[in-house]
Structure formats: structure tokens, C-alpha cells
């Protein structure tokens, strides 16, 4: 139908660089960013972000090329997010901690033609690895370092070099801005590939959904590099709001940089709670933390004695239950303001997010039962780097996706996590969920820390093995917790062994590290990882 409207190109459209740069122009002297008593003004941080893109074009990458980030949390991490976004270029977060092959492997899958790193001991391990990774030209390096090589450019000379201002490029909606990489839970780590119109939809769906302003201020305490934290950054930009950054994470640190901070929101993972929370009450108290009104939490299986602990601490908060991924961003979000619900529990969609339950040949299952969790929504991922096949097998159709997740939904339509398919285990021909088995052993007083892995058993197949950290000094045995287990699960969910260990491998985001705690139980047996 033709209102008669002029025609011709726009110059925006649903992208957030556009709006971030709208948000430089409003609060030019506000503070976008703090590190420690360092802060950046708004106006500082969009000029930083645009001398980095044109030091990026400078170099000789274009529009399309990958850029390897691999820092700590650190004052530059959001100038070096949006200089690639503003550059027309592809970032890619890593944890830092990455060893060799992990490195090569990532660097070489998302042909990286630069890398940003923070220190020294970073770039000799870069150096080292550079002649099995032949697109990466550029080294850019954050700190003062002693090595000298033409292929290795200083930061901030860099940014001094550079024009403040945005370059004549065109950055589009449907530009891939961001590939963010899977824990590798089921092999290599697969690069799920975000454009800049998943990322704004995904910033506007989180100030949506807690009410985002730029009175706001977001602490981030977890690592920057993982997909939540990426996520929640971007929302805090996108609304006008401040950013203020934990150099890294400490339990004995945290409520001191709330007090420092006076954040009204942040986020961690389970396990840097309970880390929190086994410090003594009196230290605790000892520090102010009523500016926070919302705390949430992602990134793995939150139990409620864990959220228990979270809500009467921070009694003026709504404290929140995340159900997030690197494809989706954020899936679903569950208030405790609503009260406990059975473990599990991740609420309702995200705003503009739909979800639906499938089973394993595309049909809809019904409520109460188990499904596939698939989700539909401008916010999704666009499919995975180099691995069609992979992409082929997320997608149900053009439009519904999932990472695997097992959910069912009551008749409220609150979704519950189940499980990962990943890490089911079929005994005996029946479909067992380790999380609801974990939730009953992590209620056990003695109990610290849990994992419920399958294990090879000739006559079911899989039995069902839980490795368990108990507190110290405990006499907890076997038998007790095989007990514990029969007197709250059906026989065919109770474990056949306990294993009891010093520490759960888990990685930085808090999840088990299942597939590391397989292996020595699969060694030699033909099993799907």
C-alpha cells in the first residue's frame, strides 16, 4: 500500500550501533564505563571506539574480517567490542586462559586476520602458535611489551594514530558482528554466527525485561568473554547506562565492589554465588549493597538452595533465574518474586522470543511431558562458522532452532530445564535426566558439589554414577547417599555408584564439565560424547 512516503535508502534500521552512537550524542559527559577509579565519559568511549575501527582499517582489514579477542576483564573491553562493530568486523570472544591447540584451533576455524591481547606472557604464547595459524596477520597488544616485530601493533598508539571519527562504511542489520564459540560439550567448539540484528534484539529483549534506563549500572564481575556477559554489555549500552568492570572475580571481592560500584544490577553464575556465600555472614554484612534491585543469574543450573541464599541477601532485588546460550543469547527468565518453583525452572520466554516443545521427530509434545526445547525469534543465532551440518541439525525448519535443551512446561507456562540432550542417559531403554538427579543429592547437607554422568553397564546399557564433593569432615558414604537418593527418586534414577572426589571440573562459567568426567569410565568403548 503506498502512503505516498518518500522513497530511498535508510540510514538505520535495527542495528545498535546506530543507537549506540545516539546514546554518545545524548549523555556526552555521563560515565559509560568504570574500571577500578578509572571512568570513561560517553563521549570518551565512542571516540575510542572509533579510533580503534579506523586503526583496524589502517592496519589493512575489511569489512567481513575476524578479530580475535582474548582479554581479561578490563577498561578497554567495550571500546574493542564496538571499534569491530563500528569497523564493519567480525569479533570473536575467547577466554583467555586457552591453551595451544585450543588456540590454534579457534584462531584457524574463524580465520582471525587480528587478535587484541592484554599482556606480555599473552603475546609469547600468540608468538608461538602464529606458524600454524596462517591468516592471522595483526597482533595488537594492550600493554607496554618488550617484543618488537612488524607484526606486532602497540594499542594505544594505535588509537592515538587514528581519526575520532566513525569511518564512511556501511554496516548492515544482517552483518555478522559476532561469533561466540560453544563450550565444545560435543566436540570442537562450534562458532555461532550473531549478526548485528540478533544482538539488538537480543539488548532490547534484557531492557525489556528488567527495565533497563541509563540510570542504570551494570557491574561486570563475570568474565566479559562469555555470552552472557557479552549479552548483558550490550543491553547496558543500548539503554544509556554505565558499565563498571571487576578486574576479575573474587568471592572476597564482590560485595566490596558492589559498595565501590553501586551497581543496580549484576550478574554471575551459580558456583561464583555459592563461592560468595561460603564466606562467613559476618563478613558478608559487613557491606552495603541495597543500590543493587536486580540480580541475575545464568550460565548453569541454578538449585534453589542457592537461590534461597541469593534472594535473603539481596532482600531489596529481584533476583532471576536466566536460561541463555551463545546461538540464542537469552531464552527464558524466571523471577523469584514469584515465588519457588520446582528446580529447574527458567520461567517464560524473553521478550519476542517464542518456545516450543518438539520431540525428536519434529512433533509438538505435549504440555508436561519432555521435549526438545526449540525457540523462533529475531534474536537467534544466524547458524554455525564452517559447520553446515551442524547448523542443518539445530534447525527444525527456516525459522525454529534449539542448542539441545530438554525442558517441559507446566500448565502456568513456566518452562523447566530438564537436562542437555548431550548429557542424557538411556538405561535400560529409558530417558534419564542428571539435573533432576543432581538437585536431590545437592540437597543433602553434606553435600558441596555434584555431577551425575551415564557409565557403561552390560546389562542397561548406561548406569546412572554420581561424582560428589562432600564438605569437609564428613562421613557421608555410598550407602548414605544411595539411601538419600531411593527415599526421593524412582528406582531406575537412583544412582548404582557414588564416587566421591575433591572438586568437580567445571569451566570458568560454572558448568561440569561432563565429558572431561567421562572419559576415564568410556576409555576403550564406542560411546557418543
Not at 569489512?63 to 579477542?69: F, L, N, Y
Request: glycine fraction near 8%.
Amino acid at each position: 500500500m503506498d502512503f505516498g512516503k518518500p522513497k530511498g535508502k535508510k540510514t538505520y534500521s535495527d542495528n545498535g550501533i546506530y543507537t549506540i552512537g545516539l546514546n554518545a550524542k545524548k549523555y556526552t559527559k555521563k560515565n559509560a564505563i568504570i574500571f577500578e577509579d578509572e571512568k570513561l565519559t560517553w563521549e570518551e568511549l565512542w571516540e575510542r571506539s572509533n579510533r580503534l575501527a579506523n586503526g583496524y582499517i589502517s592496519l589493512g582489514l575489511r569489512k567481513g574480517d575476524t578479530v580475535q579477542i582474548f582479554l581479561p576483564n578490563c577498561l578497554e573491553y567495550p571500546e574493542v567490542v564496538l571499534g569491530g562493530n563500528i569497523a564493519g568486523l567480525i569479533n570473536t570472544a575467547g577466554n583467555y586462559r586457552l591453551i595451544k591447540n585450543e588456540l590454534i584451533y579457534q584462531l584457524n576455524d574463524c580465520k582471525a586476520k587480528a587478535i587484541i591481547l592484554k599482556t606480555e606472557e599473552q603475546l609469547k604464547n600468540v608468538l608461538e602458535v602464529k606458524d600454524k595459524t596462517p591468516n592471522l596477520k595483526y597482533i595488537i597488544v594492550i600493554d607496554n611489551v618488550n617484543i618488537k616485530r612488524d607484526d606486532i601493533f602497540q594499542y594505544y598508539e594505535l588509537l592515538e594514530k587514528s581519526s575520532p571519527y566513525p569511518p564512511n562504511l556501511e554496516v548492515l542489520p544482517e552483518d555478522i558482528h559476532l561469533l561466540m564459540y560453544t563450550s565444545g560439550t560435543t566436540g570442537y567448539p562450534k562458532g555461532a554466527a550473531r549478526s548485528n540484528r540478533n544482538d539488538y534484539f537480543m539488548a532490547n529483549s534484557v531492557c525489556h525485561e528488567i527495565g533497563l534506563t541509563e540510570n542504570d549500572t551494570y557491574m561486570a564481575i563475570a568474565p566479559m568473554y562469555s555470552a552472557a556477559s557479552m549479552g548483558y554489555m550490550f543491553a547496558t549500552l543500548l539503554s544509556g547506562g554505565t558499565i563498571a568492570i571487576v578486574p576479575k572475580y573474587d568471592p572476597k571481592e564482590v560485595f566490596r565492589y558492589i559498595e565501590k560500584y553501586k551497581p543496580t544490577w549484576f550478574f554471575m553464575v551459580p558456583i561464583m554465588f555459592d563461592w560468595v556465600f561460603s564466606l562467613p555472614e559476618e563478613y558478608l554484612g559487613k557491606f552495603d549493597i541495597s543500590s543493587v534491585r536486580h540480580v541475575a543469574v545464568c550460565g548453569a543450573p541454578l538449585h534453589n538452595a542457592t537461590a534461597k541464599k541469593i534472594v535473603n541477601h539481596f532482600k531489596s532485588a529481584d533476583v532471576s533465574n536466566w536460561l541463555g546460550a551463545s546461538e540464542f543469547g537469552f531464552i527464558a527468565r524466571y523471577s523469584y518474586k514469584n515465588g519457588f518453583k520446582d528446580d529447574g525452572c527458567v520461567g517464560k520466554p524473553v521478550f519476542d522470543l517464542d518456545l516450543k516443545l518438539f520431540d525428536e521427530n519434529g512433533n509438538e509434545v505435549k504440555k508436561g511431558e519432555p521435549g526438545i526445547l526449540y525457540g523462533r525469534g529475531f534474536s537467534m543465532w544466524e547458524g554455525y562458522i564452517n559447520n553446515p551440518k551442524a547448523t542443518q541439525e539445530a534447525f527444525l525448519d527456516q525459522e525454529w532452532g534449539t542448542v539441545g535443551d530438554i525442558a517441559r512446561q507446566d500448565d502456568e507456562g513456566n518452562f523447566y530445564v530438564i537436562d542437555r540432550k548431550v548429557d542424557m542417559i538411556i538405561t535400560g531403554g529409558i530417558n534419564v535426566y542428571p539435573i533432576e538427579i543432581e538437585n536431590v543429592i545437592q540437597s543433602h547437607p553434606d553435600v558441596v558439589d555434584v555431577a551425575v554422568i551415564g557409565v557403561p553397564d552390560e546389562k542397561w546399557g548406561e548406569a546412572v554414577k554420581a561424582i560428589v564433593v562432600k564438605k569437609h569432615g564428613s562421613n557421608l558414604t555410598e550407602n548414605d547417599l544411595i539411601k538419600y537418593c531411593k527415599e526421593r527418586l524412582a528406582g531406575f534414577k537412583v544412582p548404582k555408584s557414588v564416587d566421591f572426589t575433591d572438586q568437580i571440573p567445571r569451566s570458568f562459567v560454572g558448568k561440569a564439565l561432563k565429558k572431561e568426567l567421562r572419559k576415564k569410565y568410556w576409555e576403550g568403548k564406542e560411546y557418543k560424547i
